[in-house]
């Protein structure tokens, strides 16, 4: 009980706020059109109009009565009685007990009770007239307890429920409520945001979601932003969680691999890029990205395997060069990675020589050496 009494005053407090900042919103109570004047202003809790307990009854012709000790009040008129508690959701009417949806309290010295419920319990009728801030009261109705409009159920952005009666919605607006049950809304981003359900569509007109998103990602370079439940879905039909890159292997397979594992991919013989069979004049073969084929012929590798060249005696002719009484034939010529000079003969070359073709060697900036490829 005292948990609801300081949840309750906290709640007041925001409400006695709310007034001081808009003086024009208090709340005016009418009985058979003459305007109650109550010790202490009437005020909105739970989306009901609290009204002084002895204001209210006695304006009805109720006889209204105290029991400090039980906390109860009791106000009868000649065919009707009814009690109610503080704090208790229970309202006995002629002995039969009906539900409060929100509870009779103390504010200040002051008992307050919930103007329609009693109202009715007594036989009036109860209007409330939002433009004007108001409650009509009319005790001379036919109404014996039942409530004339329907009820609208009542949402706050952290999942409380409140049962508030139609006339009464906007003025439970006036305090934070919602006449409509309010939805979660998801941004790509991972912004999230409370939206009335009626508003729900357009969100989604402008890439909001009714839950958490994920962005999908294509071998072929697309992305899509997929629902948290439909991404094993989207997984099943080729999409993956994060960036796609195809890898090659040396037999001409490819194959679609997340980012992460790309590596391990690498360790096990495949390539970012298409990749090329490598011959070297020692019988080596190695295989070579594209990117990197040019570089590898220019360091004596070849795309096919390597054929030393044929030699021939004679006194040399167009291709051919002599050096020591031999006769080198043009096609295959020697260089040293700090050289300039290309070579027909290795010896001339030096140690460090390597073969390599003539057009490879020409392409590459080697120009004759002045020995033997006069």
């Known amino acids: ?79 009707v009685k009814i009690t109610l508690q503080i704090d208790s959701t229970v309202l006995t009417k ?38 004007a801030y108001a409650v009509y009261i009319t005790s001379d109705s036919t109404n014996t307890g039942g409530n004339d409009e329907p009820n609208v159920l009542t949402y706050t952005e952290d999942g409380l429920t409140i049962s508030v009666d139609l006339s009464e919605a906007e003025a439970h607006k006036e305090v934070g409520g919602d006449t409509e049950p309010v939805v979660t809304m998801y941004a790509p981003d991972g912004r999230t945001l409370s939206v009335p359900q009626s508003e729900v569509e357009a969100y989604k007109g402008v890439g ?12 072929d370079g697309r992305t899509l932003y997929v629902v948290q439940s439909e991404v094993e879905a989207y997984k099943g039909v080729g999409w ?36 090329v069979m490598m011959y070297a004049a ?18 004596g590798w070849y795309t096919e395997p390597y ?13 051919s060069a002599s050096y020591g009484g031999s006769t080198h034939v043009g096609s295959t010529v020697y260089i040293t990675p700090t050289g300039v ?23 590459s900036g080697y120009t004759p050496c002045k020995k033997c490829a006069r």
């Open 1 to 79: 009980m005292k948990k609801g009494r300081i949840s309750f005053l906290l709640v007041l407090t925001m409400l006695f706020s709310l007034v001081s900042a808009h003086a024009e919103r208090d709340i005016s109570i009418y009985v058979d059109n003459a305007q109650l004047k109550c010790d202490v202003p009437a005020f909105i809790d739970n989306g009901r109009t609290m009204v002084p307990m002895r204001n209210i009854f006695e304006s009805l012709g109720a006889q209204v009565s105290w029991d400090g000790e039980t906390k109860t009040i009791t106000a009868q008129k000649p065919d």
């Open 94 to 131: 002629n002995g039969a007990s009906e539900e409060l949806d929100t509870v009779p309290t103390i504010v200040s010295d002051t008992t307050f009770v919930p103007v329609r419920a009693v109202s009715q319990a007594l036989g009036a009728n109860v209007k409330w007239n939002n433009e």
């Open 208 to 219: 909001w979601y009714t839950e958490p998103v994920v962005m999908m990602y294509a071998a």
């Open 240 to 275: 993956y969680t994060e960036p796609v890159v195809t890898m090659y292997a040396p037999d001409g397979r490819t194959l679609p691999v997340i980012r992460s594992e790309v590596e391990a991919y690498k360790g096990v013989g495949w390539y970012t890029e298409p990749v």
């Open 282 to 299: 020692d019988g080596r073969t190695t295989y070579a990205p594209k990117s990197e084929v040019e570089a590898y012929k220019r360091v």
């Open 307 to 319: 054929t030393p060249p044929k030699s021939s005696s004679g006194s040399g002719g167009s291709g």
């Open 341 to 363: 000079r290309y070579h027909y003969s290795a010896s001339c070359a030096g140690k460090n020589a390597r073969a390599t073709t003539l057009s490879s060697a020409q392409a």
